[in-house]
């Protein structure tokens, strides 16, 4: 899994994070379906280790790495065959938790990025509402500024980790015109701030996913976070960082996939012969192998980008949509040469192919994905 973008370091990583899987993760991740959030020691552990730092300054405790160490993380953790778990991860690390290293104070991080790096905060975004999903400036939550507090109102939906967080990065309207929104920081306890409904999905079942309220949230004024106003274009990008992030998840859900698929039809016989046999379905896996390779490399190419300051909007759209569309095309090509087991609840394939499909919908659909790469011609 070397790559021309990778070094000494980035492998280490790699390795620390496979080691850090087979040990905490895949001996007890079933159980993490079933209650429907991953356990808190566990994310507490990855803290301790360095996991949640890598991005952030080390004065916090961070690494100060950069795209391509943040893109070898995801990658790493994408080889885990439950999806709750490494979507729990990359929230708090790659989507939430970037608002606070991006605009925050100096006083804000003093107060709470060093926690979050250690996993004692483990942090959500509420940007999307019950009518605004990829349409970020359509949100309708409404923040006012009452003499030395922010007044909240609004309703936030699909918020991964919206029940066990305890920090919030909440975007609202600050004024009438489309784009007039900020960012603000809620804790858990808040006033007025509660877990509307816990919501229950198709995959990601050990992610805990729900509705927020906000009913007259009132906050000081120190915590709005960064500028007045600007709130739309530190959306705008994150979601860079977060795209390539579910890149990094569809790449990897591919690769074990196919690594399943292969040993299984090495194995299963059909009709007196290996499945394996079978010269078309040889052939399809041989090409969904290579399609992923060329989309494992795109995806590089887009993080060694960023690392030199390039602008690659365009480029992490095509990503995305690329990305989660393939993961969909392989992963059920896969399901299909497992038969009547790749049905079975139980199977990591079937796990997959649940866990796939959002993939082409969240952090933006792969319609509005084509539509920002196409207006960029």
Not at 52 to 68: R, V
Not at 240 to 266: F, K, N, S
């Amino acid at each position: 899994m070397t790559s021309i973008y990778t070094n000494a370091d980035h492998e280490l990583l790699r390795d620390q994070v496979a080691k850090f899987i087979a040990r905490e993760v895949e001996p007890h991740a079933a159980a993490w379906e079933e209650q429907g959030f991953v356990p808190r020691d566990v994310l507490r552990r990855m803290g301790q280790a360095g996991l949640f730092g890598l991005m952030y300054e080390s004065a916090y405790g961070g690494a100060e790495g950069d795209a391509l160490t943040n893109l070898v993380f995801a990658e790493a953790l994408s080889q885990s065959t439950f999806a709750g778990f490494i979507i729990t991860v990359l929230v708090h690390t790659d989507m939430a938790s970037p608002h606070l290293h991006h605009a925050g104070s100096a006083a804000q991080k003093e107060k709470y990025l060093r926690r979050v790096i250690a996993g004692e905060l483990i942090t959500a975004v509420g940007i999307t509402e019950p009518g605004a999903g990829s349409d970020v400036a359509g949100i309708r939550t409404t923040a006012r500024r009452e003499g030395d507090q922010w007044v909240l109102n609004g309703t936030k939906m699909f918020i991964t980790n919206g029940v066990h967080a305890d920090l919030y990065f909440i975007a609202a309207k600050t004024g009438g015109g489309k784009r007039d929104m900020s960012m603000y920081i809620v804790e858990k306890g808040t006033a007025g701030f509660s877990v509307g409904r816990a919501l229950k999905k198709t995959g990601w079942l050990s992610s805990d996913t729900a509705e927020l309220i906000l009913d007259n949230v009132r906050i000081p004024a120190g915590n709005l976070l960064g500028e007045e106003g600007k709130g739309f274009y530190s959306v705008m990008k994150n979601f860079q960082t977060e795209r390539i992030a579910l890149a990094a998840m569809a790449v990897g859900h591919c690769r074990r996939a196919l690594e399943l698929t292969l040993d299984y039809v090495r194995q299963r016989e059909a009709f007196g012969a290996k499945l394996w046999e079978q010269q078309t379905i040889r052939q399809r896996l041989s090409m969904a192998d290579a399609k992923n390779r060329a989309a494992r490399q795109f995806m590089y190419h887009c993080a060694w980008r960023v690392t030199q300051g390039h602008d690659i909007v365009q480029e992490v759209s095509m990503l995305k949509a690329l990305t989660g569309e393939l993961v969909n095309e392989v992963v059920q090509t896969c399901q299909q040469f497992h038969g009547g087991m790749g049905y079975i609840r139980e199977t990591a394939i079937e796990r997959l192919w649940r866990d796939a499909r959002v993939l082409a919908i969240g952090g933006g659909a792969t319609e509005v994905m084509l539509e920002e790469v196409a207006k960029r011609y």
